[in-house]
């Protein structure tokens, strides 16, 4: 059975984010690790995949500023979304050459079936805490049902997404988890966004991976109430294991994991009901 180490990070700004998967994607490459799932927050951010349009930052460069948001282009598929405190971002470093397909008939993942999992192990999440959530087809991403009319519309959207949040129909269905992944030499980077106690007034700012029909939702919103992120981390490290057919090993930290320091001085692990005291952590 393979093994995916699992390294709770906290809060961590998006430029420190990129510079360590770099760091962990060479050292897969090179074999020098193996599979790796950070789980950590991002200080606030919008940040534009390779196929991401501009026209969907609806907010101007003043008002991000004014909210405290930055503002990154990367390497990852899809379009514009955010990232922010009360949202889980997990980032897989792992080699698809390891993991089979569904039919055992190759031993390598693709593409489209690697983002097929990730979107299982949020689903599966989702329902550990009796949030129904699905696929849409011919969209990537987790979605919560069509007869949930209290999910999140900005007041930067349209009147279009406006109305048709409003419909009892599939118009209704609100997106509660992003992804967007990268894979170079079957290594992958990036991947998803939960989100959980997010402040979904931070998708005013954009028009949420381009689409305008559907408003974003958080698990939250749809149970009334604020989720501990820590109990939502060991869900997600139980359904890795399930969907991936891996063992998930908790590490303490980087250094822990590798043996050496990657140049990224590590805090120690916290609870992530404590990642807002710890804004002033310094990373390099």
Same mark, same amino acid.
């Given at each position: 059975m393979n093994l995916?180490?699992?390294?709770?990070?906290?809060?961590?700004d998006y430029a420190t984010g990129l510079r360590l998967q770099?760091? /962990?994607?060479?050292?897969?490459?090179?074999?020098?690790?193996?599979?790796?799932? /950070?789980?950590?927050?991002?200080?606030p951010v919008v940040t534009l995949g390779r196929?991401?349009?501009?026209a969907n930052v609806v907010a101007s460069p003043e008002l991000l500023a004014q909210r405290g948001v930055e503002l990154f282009e990367c390497d990852r598929g899809g379009d514009v979304t955010f990232h922010g405190p009360g949202q889980i971002v997990g980032y897989p470093i792992f080699d698809l050459r390891g993991f089979a397909t569904p039919d055992g008939k190759?031993?390598?993942l693709g593409a489209v079936e690697f983002v097929r999992r990730l979107e299982e192990v949020l689903i599966r999440t989702c329902a550990d805490f009796a949030i129904p959530a699905k696929r849409v087809p011919g969209l990537t991403g987790v979605w919560t049902g069509a007869d949930n009319k209290d999910a999140h519309v900005g007041t930067a959207a349209s009147a279009v997404r406006r109305s048709e949040a409003s419909l009892p129909n599939d118009a209704a269905e609100a997106k509660i988890?992003?992804?967007?992944?990268?894979?170079?030499?079957?290594?992958?980077s990036h991947g998803f966004a939960l989100n959980v106690n997010t402040d979904l007034s931070f998708f005013d700012l954009i028009i949420p991976c381009g689409i305008t029909s559907k408003p974003v939702t958080s698990m939250q919103?749809?149970? +009334?109430?604020p989720l501990d992120l820590n109990a939502v981390a060991e869900s997600i490290s139980r359904n890795f294991g399930t969907v991936f057919s891996c063992q998930m090993l908790?590490?303490?930290?980087?250094?822990? /994991?590798?043996?050496?320091?990657? +140049?990224?001085?590590?805090?120690?692990?916290?609870?992530?009901?404590?990642?807002?005291?710890?804004?002033?952590t310094t990373w390099a």
């Amino acid at each position: 059975m393979n093994l995916i180490s699992l390294v709770q990070l906290g809060t961590v700004d998006y430029a420190t984010g990129l510079r360590l998967q770099q760091q /962990l994607v060479d050292l897969r490459k090179a074999e020098k690790i193996g599979d790796v799932l /950070l789980l950590l927050e991002h200080k606030p951010v919008v940040t534009l995949g390779r196929n991401a349009r501009a026209a969907n930052v609806v907010a101007s460069p003043e008002l991000l500023a004014q909210r405290g948001v930055e503002l990154f282009e990367c390497d990852r598929g899809g379009d514009v979304t955010f990232h922010g405190p009360g949202q889980i971002v997990g980032y897989p470093i792992f080699d698809l050459r390891g993991f089979a397909t569904p039919d055992g008939k190759r031993k390598t993942l693709g593409a489209v079936e690697f983002v097929r999992r990730l979107e299982e192990v949020l689903i599966r999440t989702c329902a550990d805490f009796a949030i129904p959530a699905k696929r849409v087809p011919g969209l990537t991403g987790v979605w919560t049902g069509a007869d949930n009319k209290d999910a999140h519309v900005g007041t930067a959207a349209s009147a279009v997404r406006r109305s048709e949040a409003s419909l009892p129909n599939d118009a209704a269905e609100a997106k509660i988890a992003a992804i967007g992944v990268h894979i170079s030499r079957f290594v992958t980077s990036h991947g998803f966004a939960l989100n959980v106690n997010t402040d979904l007034s931070f998708f005013d700012l954009i028009i949420p991976c381009g689409i305008t029909s559907k408003p974003v939702t958080s698990m939250q919103q749809e149970l +009334g109430k604020p989720l501990d992120l820590n109990a939502v981390a060991e869900s997600i490290s139980r359904n890795f294991g399930t969907v991936f057919s891996c063992q998930m090993l908790w590490v303490e930290t980087l250094d822990a /994991l590798l043996g050496r320091t990657v +140049g990224v001085p590590m805090q120690p692990p916290a609870k992530f009901r404590q990642i807002h005291k710890e804004d002033d952590t310094t990373w390099a």
